[in-house]
């Protein structure tokens, strides 16, 4: 049987503990639980007693520069339990703001201490990544493979593919660098092909557009033909697939009909 308490007791003993959150308080906020107390924010896990509550929440409270609970509505009931509807607002140390819909469920024991707090609420957005940073990140893995070719230096490129990375240029068959790669061992193929055969003078990059895992290159490349010594100028637009610094597929098209004429020996500069 529950101890009697007077009405509003338990609502201003919650309001205590969110109040220990929005400070970042660990210590303080653990202690308004019981030795025993269950701990369940979300999909997570359950924990279990203060060290459990703290192991969980305390890492978690630094990832955050404030929280704010803004309540909605609160209810006291069957003599030791508290629903608590509302909004927590959370600002990420980057700055990003979430405001989650929550309900919490909270359950005291007689000493007045939360013996359960069940919280009902999608944590997912929060740990979410920052999808901008990631396109930032891609952009400058991208940028930095470029940089490394101008240099003559294959070596970073070949880091970045994998067994399942694509290489396609499209044009007729004619033209040895062009069809569908697959693998390290075939784009290293392409690559050595196209450093036999072509004389690159000059190859400039004038615009990287980003979006998500693609980024997309514009620009503009003079090439020779060492067979032939026919010059081959054209404008380029590259198409690179990116994860987790692994470039999974590249796709180049450009005037392929120029660059077969150049490999046979016709200039149509």
Known sequence: MSTERFPGVMSEIVRRMFAAVEENDVDKTVSFFSRDAFYKVGNNQPVFGPQGIRDLAGPVMQMFRKVTH???????????????????????????????????????????????????????????????????????FVKGLYAAFKRGDIQPWLDAFTEESTWLLYGPEEIPLCGLRKGKNQILDFLQTLINTLEVKNSVQHRFIAEGDTIVVLGFVHSMVKETNIDFKSEYVHILTVKDDKLLSYREFLDNAQLLAAYKGRSLV
């Open 70 to 140: 803004e309540i909605k509505d609160m209810w006291e009931v069957g003599g030791d339990t508290v629903v608590c509807e509302m909004n927590v607002l959370y600002i990420r140390n980057d700055g990003k703001a979430f405001k989650i819909p929550c309900c919490d469920i909270i359950r005291f024991n007689d000493s007045n201490l939360i013996r359960s707090l069940q919280a009902f609420l999608d944590i997912n957005p929060l740990f979410a990544p920052d999808e901008e940073a990631i396109k930032q990140k891609n952009l400058e």
